[in-house]
């Protein structure tokens, strides 16, 4: 897979409608859409999308987020039935069109949201840069499925978690897949790695937070129950689907917090039980401390 210098080609021909940057493309193994080949194999995007500094984006809703969020695009391919949706973006030097039977053998599945884009990535930011300016953070350790990174992305957005820290095995945030689930909003959240692990949670701890594992063990304190001083700065630390937080994580944690359940069930899915505890450490200060 080889990508393509971003370029405008052609003089003009097969251009679509009234967006002027719009190029047919017929044939599924035309160089230009380099970008956007096999997008449902893991692996050989794993391989080819960070090394080469981009990321694919899908949906209009999703792209235009993207766009706000100071992201540059390299280029646009979209259904030609739908080449006129994007006709007021600023920035479509590079746009090309194709009928949803060379979409679907290019990327393979069916684009039944018409649009896709291939994004610049920015330089990550540290762990340091991301904790200066939060008061609340989300830590995930191996968290290797693409769907709960970007559920707990969308999560952490919308309940008012201010960054998001990852252990060096988590799934890529900016995976088509995790952008999807969280509807664009993994570009609203900062978010770092942290090196080495777990070691890298005491840069943490120094920086004035209190790391909390989210864990069912039995010596686990009811999150609603938290004090007023590990709610001051709390880091959430998360564990993967099954095996959950490793000992090494939870021997770095300053404390093991738990979501109270019923009926013999002994754990949620890691996404589902980061949104209720996102909310309970996201209350406001007059309704904490009442249980």
């Not at 194999?41 to 984006?57: H, M, Q, S, Y």
Request: net charge neutral; proline share 6%; charged share 20%.
């Amino acid at each position: 897979m080889r990508g393509h210098p971003v370029r405008t080609h052609g003089t003009g021909a097969g251009r679509i409608g009234r967006v002027p940057a719009a190029e047919m493309i017929t044939d599924p193994e035309d160089e230009r859409l380099a970008d956007y080949r096999a997008l449902t194999d893991v692996a050989l995007r794993t391989r080819f999308e960070p090394p080469n500094g981009l990321f694919i984006a899908e949906g209009e809703l999703v792209i235009r987020r993207a766009l706000r969020a100071g992201y540059t695009p390299r280029s646009f391919l979209v259904d030609a039935k739908r080449a006129a949706d994007l006709s007021d973006l600023s920035d479509l030097s590079v746009l090309y069109a194709a009928d949803q039977g060379v979409l679907e053998r290019t990327t393979g599945f069916h684009v039944h949201r018409g649009v896709l884009a291939s994004f610049y990535r920015k330089p990550e930011r540290t762990a340091a840069e991301v904790l200066a300016t939060a008061k609340r953070v989300a830590i995930l350790e191996d968290l290797n499925n693409h769907t709960n990174v970007g559920a707990v992305f969308r999560s952490a957005a919308a309940l008012g978690m201010d960054a998001v820290l990852l252990s060096p095995t988590c799934a890529d945030p900016l995976y088509r897949r995790s952008v999807r689930v969280s509807m664009g909003e993994v570009f609203a959240i900062p978010y770092a790695h942290l090196h080495p692990w777990p070691a890298a949670l005491a840069e943490v701890r120094q920086a004035g937070f209190t790391v909390l594992a989210l864990t069912p063990a039995a010596d686990a304190v009811p999150i609603q129950h938290l004090s007023a001083a590990q709610r001051a700065k709390p880091a959430l630390l998360l564990g993967a689907e099954g095996p959950g937080l490793t000992a090494g994580a939870l021997g770095a944690s300053d404390g093991r917090v738990v979501i109270p359940m019923h009926r013999g069930v002994d754990s949620l899915n890691v996404a589902n039980a980061a949104t209720i505890a996102f909310w309970e450490l996201g209350r406001t200060d007059d309704a904490q401390g009442a249980e």
